[in-house]
């Protein structure tokens, strides 16, 4: 069974350290000082306050990687457009897209009964571009819940969790998703298969809705978002709005709101990734995390003003910023 890590950052770096560990046969597909790092001296992953140093097959290009059962993305939704033709190389008729990629995926609609099957979400996936190059058919869905940092060039610091969540956007138990589960269990990490996984794509994504803008728009971190009455009250308000279009699309939310937001308390003083990337120039998931919510309201009828404003002054501060 071959693995791709394509984009190995992160946490596609600290799932390829896992599984080359367990003796998988792993290629990480990275770039620049990252890449010559970890062509030079291995991977190195700090965890736990252990120090694992692995050698796996590493690449520039995808061309090079060649065809794989699984390729396993855990780039930034704005990113996949600009590589799935890249992504495309890699996957032979068999092989499986895994994608760990933050906000609402780009096969939503595949798979789910009902009156949207078939449609494409424009604010993921401008004019449906990416379901043409990546068949939602070979994608397998996956709830990223580790944090992980690229500290040096081939180094990278695992800082807590270790579960991915697994899905197929039809709901099956299929062997393909059954087998990806136990590679993953067998290096060590959590991954359940979900017969319904877009419920657990809510659930992250109700967080990080409100929390990344609110957060990219006053340099609160999430202490203070989920401890002051009042930016508590405004994610509140998003988050009610949000849910009511996942349920209008189907979703079944394990927690209550309340609880999700004492969750985010209980991580204290983070800054959320999108007022990292801010301060840092980078792009921002805006469209992934709060712009395609908002396009799912205006699609099942279901106006979202106070998330529409929230949207609205995040992109402008985006914009000059250079981030968006």
Not at 4 to 12: L, T
Not at 26 to 38: C, E, N, Q, S, Y
Request: with cysteine; aromatic share 4%.
């Amino acid at each position: 069974m071959k693995v791709a890590i394509f984009g190995a950052g992160a946490i596609g770096g600290m799932m390829g350290v896992k599984l080359a560990q367990a003796g998988a046969d792993v290629t990480f597909i990275a770039r620049g000082p990252h890449l010559a790092a970890m062509q030079a001296n291995g991977v190195t992953m700090h965890s736990g306050g252990e120090t694992i140093v692995v050698h796996p097959r590493c690449v520039g290009s995808a061309a090079e990687a060649g065809v794989h059962d699984y390729v396993i993305v855990t780039l930034k939704a704005h990113s996949l457009p600009g590589v799935a033709g890249d992504i495309a190389t890699m996957m032979g008729p068999e092989s499986a897209l895994v994608t760990g990629v933050n906000g609402v995926p780009y096969w939503y609609f595949h798979g789910l009964e009902g009156p949207y099957t078939g449609r494409h979400v424009e604010s993921v996936d401008p004019g449906g571009r990416l379901l043409q190059i990546l068949p939602a058919a070979q994608a397998i869905g996956c709830v990223v819940y580790p944090a992980a940092e690229v500290t040096a060039p081939g180094v990278i610091t695992h800082t807590y969790g270790d579960r991915f969540s697994l899905g197929e956007p039809d709901g099956s138990r299929s062997p393909r998703v059954e087998a990806l589960s136990k590679l993953l269990i067998s290096a060590g990490l959590k991954a359940p298969v979900r017969p319904r996984i877009r419920d657990e794509i809510w659930v992250k994504l109700w967080g990080n809705l409100c929390f990344n803008p609110v957060s990219a728009l006053t340099g609160s971190t999430l202490d203070r978002i989920t401890g002051r009455l009042d930016l508590r009250a405004l994610c509140r308000t998003m988050m009610q709005e949000a849910q009511v279009v996942a349920e209008a699309l189907g979703t079944r939310f394990a927690v209550s709101l309340e609880k999700r937001i004492d969750g985010a308390a209980e991580v204290g003083e983070h800054k959320t990734s999108m007022l990292q990337d801010l301060e840092r120039g980078r792009p921002m998931e805006i469209d992934a995390l709060l712009g395609a919510v908002v396009e799912l309201g205006t699609l099942t009828g279901h106006p979202m003003p106070t998330c529409e404003t929230v949207l609205a002054l995040v992109r402008e501060r985006a914009r000059l910023a250079g981030c968006y």
